[in-house]
């Protein structure tokens, strides 16, 4: 929203006509120059570019963008210059301080909703008689009070509104507890509890809140299990349940395991599996998958082995690679880098469980065997050529057919050359083909234009890609550690966005921590930045220092050769007409513009011819 109302601004106002409104500005080639209002000349030196809705001085280097040329004219701060902005365009702010604090203020509120009735919960099961039931059935399935407890588990009674009761006595309203999802109002306008008779799993986020509940029905109602409907703390697509309590270790290990169900992850925790996570679901959502490839570089997926769990594996590998591979990939450093470019980036794996078990039972049941399917987890790639081609060859050649349709597309993304002939020469054996006929239907698909694999999955498919700008900004956001040294010899001059100058001083001050402090204004957009690169591998410090360097370096490059292009096409009007002042001031700019930018300059050899001159 805050977002959107400095976007609108800057889409509504001219440059030129703003900037004409107080300087005389002359027309020179596509753009216009002016005297420079930041430092004394005689000669015009102060640049405005329509095309890029920016100014640039070459004398001083003053630069900017509409916004940023009225805080420094009218020596406004950042709001006061959009305030003064949407003013003259006739918008309306939408975002006000008031409103989000009121949303923050709702939230926490929820939160702490959320944080009594877990407290009643597991006061419930452990404390009273009505949570014996709850008690019988922890202990028949073998969690121990302790990781009971490290799990917050607790039990809703069979009654219809005893933590309706109990949370009205604290004051809450009965509209609050409904948005809470504690709560249900029936048609007839009744009030009853969500959760009864179930054992209850808190769902937290990564600091631990609690986001929603699980609960699972301890008599024949159904479903079985029950969760939290969508509230404004609650997303089922973007949970994993106990990450919280997997974080550090998954850090630790770089590699996470998933599995499915609560149970599922308690145990594996209990057993000291404790970098396992639950999806929750049948399949592993494209943010569930983004949020733990932040985390690790492998990735264990460890779901049931019945019929319905392949299929839910194979739409989960299906979910995680698009997430991955939509992910932009840092392109800093061809050479270092270009791993991320013909790879995803992470190690996706399947541990295979026999039949008929899911890793709750197994961890128990047959500890050995459970660290073997771990130990031998079966690569993406063949566990998915396993569950497409099965065991039998196909008994048609049209059936041979139709499957090599199905897992062409996988083939051309393994990218790696050596890997796609390898897999080609498998599917061919396994398929009874002749090896020549699948190359062929491989390089068809190739010509063939690829159709987004990401609109069907939530993802906007006509997402812009970042600017250089954004792209460097979003790396000072991601990587702090790495950006300090940046940070000191960043020049403001290299950014146009004011919102980028804004980020840059609230790091440089160090206001901000990693999650807090941002001012409103700026919230939405810094985190729009840094979900557009969420899902990028996490570079380790030398190369995260390597690519801000890089971007930096690209940055300026840009800048460069944007100005001197346009001094070029001045210098040739200059010519062609012989207006030899003209001349002279444009090539008195481009002497001004290499002491800006010394490194695009190298001195040149006096013994070779130097072909490192700037592309016009
Ligand atoms: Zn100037």
Same mark, same amino acid.
């Given at each position: ?281 049948? +399949? $592993?959502? *494209? %943010?569930?998958?983004? #949020? @733990?490839?932040? !985390?690790? =570089?492998?990735?264990?997926?460890? /779901? ?97 057919? +139709? $499957?090599? *349709? %199905?897992?062409?597309? #996988? @083939?051309?993304? !393994?990218? =790696?050359?050596?890997?796609?002939? /390898? ?98 204004? $700026?919230? *939405?957009?810094?985190?729009? #930045? ?87």
């Amino acid at each position: 929203m805050a977002r959107e109302d400095v976007e609108r601004v800057r889409e509504a106002i001219d440059i030129v006509e703003l900037i004409g409104s107080t300087l005389d500005l002359r027309k020179a080639g596509k753009n216009y120059k002016a005297l420079c209002p930041f430092h004394q000349e005689k000669t015009p030196s102060f640049y405005v570019f329509p095309e890029t809705q920016s100014f640039y001085c070459f004398g001083c280097g003053a630069s900017g963008d509409a916004i940023t040329f009225v805080m420094r004219t009218e020596q406004l701060g950042f709001r006061e210059a959009l305030e003064r902005l949407a003013e003259r365009a006739g918008i309306t702010l939408q975002s006000s301080r008031l409103h989000d604090d009121q949303e923050d203020e709702h939230r926490q509120r929820l939160f702490e909703l959320n944080r009594l009735a877990a407290a009643w919960f597991a006061h419930v099961l452990w404390s009273t008689a009505f949570g014996e039931p709850a008690r019988a059935y922890l202990e028949r399935r073998g969690v121990d009070r302790a990781t009971a407890e490290r799990f917050g588990l607790g039990f809703a009674p069979d009654a219809p509104a005893a933590l309706l009761r109990y949370l009205t006595q604290r004051g809450a309203s009965a509209d609050e507890l409904v948005q809470a999802g504690l709560v249900v109002r029936r048609d007839d306008g009744s009030l009853v509890d969500r959760f009864r008779n179930r054992v209850i799993f808190p769902i937290r986020d990564r600091q631990g809140r609690i986001l929603g509940f699980g609960g699972r029905s301890l008599g024949d109602v159904q479903p079985k299990y029950l969760n939290s409907p969508q509230t404004p703390l609650f997303d089922k697509s973007s949970v994993l349940y106990a990450l919280d309590l997997a974080e550090e270790s998954i850090r630790a290990q770089r590699s996470a395991i998933v599995v499915e169900g609560y149970l599922d992850a308690i145990t594996a925790h209990q057993f000291g599996y404790s970098n396992t996570v639950a999806s929750l679901g049948t +399949a $592993l959502t *494209e %943010r569930q998958g983004k #949020l @733990l490839r932040r !985390l690790a =570089d492998r990735i264990l997926l460890a /779901l049931d082995a019945d019929a319905a769990g392949r299929q839910a594996t194979l739409r989960g590998l299906e979910l995680l690679r698009t997430a991955l591979a939509d992910a932009e990939r840092p392109v800093a450093d061809p050479r270092q880098l270009v791993r991320f470019e013909r790879t995803l980036g992470v190690e996706l794996a399947v541990v295979v469980l026999p039949e008929g078990f899911d890793p709750d039972d197994l961890i128990r049941q047959d500890r050995p065997r459970w660290e073997a399917a771990l130990a031998r987890p079966v690569p993406l790639v063949d566990y998915y050529l396993d569950a497409l081609l099965g065991s039998q060859p196909p008994a048609h050649p049209r059936e041979a057919a +139709a $499957l090599l *349709e %199905r897992v062409a597309p #996988l @083939l051309l993304e !393994l990218g =790696d050359p050596v890997q796609v002939d /390898l897999y080609t020469r498998a599917v061919a054996h396994r398929l009874h083909l002749p090896e020549e006929t699948v190359r062929r239907l491989l390089a068809s698909y190739r010509r063939r234009p690829v159709k987004s694999s990401s609109s069907t999955n939530g993802q906007q498919p006509g997402q812009r890609p970042l600017t250089t700008e954004q792209q460097l900004i979003a790396l000072l956001l991601r990587y702090p550690d790495a950006a300090a040294i940046f940070l000191e010899e960043l020049d403001q001059e290299s950014l146009l966005d004011v919102r980028h100058r804004e980020i840059v001083q609230a790091l440089r001050s160090g206001v901000v921590g990693a999650e807090t402090g941002w001012p409103d204004e $700026l919230t *939405e957009y810094v985190a729009f #930045l840094r979900e557009r690169v969420a899902a990028q591998p996490d570079l380790p410090a030398p190369l995260a220092r390597q690519a801000l360097r890089d971007a930096l370096r690209r940055l300026r490059r840009e800048r460069h050769d944007e100005r001197l292009r346009s001094l070029l096409s001045e210098v040739r009007v200059a010519e062609q007409t012989g207006d030899r002042a003209a001349l002279r001031s444009a090539l008195e700019l481009i002497e001004a513009l290499k002491q800006r930018f010394p490194e695009f300059y190298p001195e040149r050899s006096p013994y070779f011819r130097d072909t490192r001159d700037p592309v016009t």
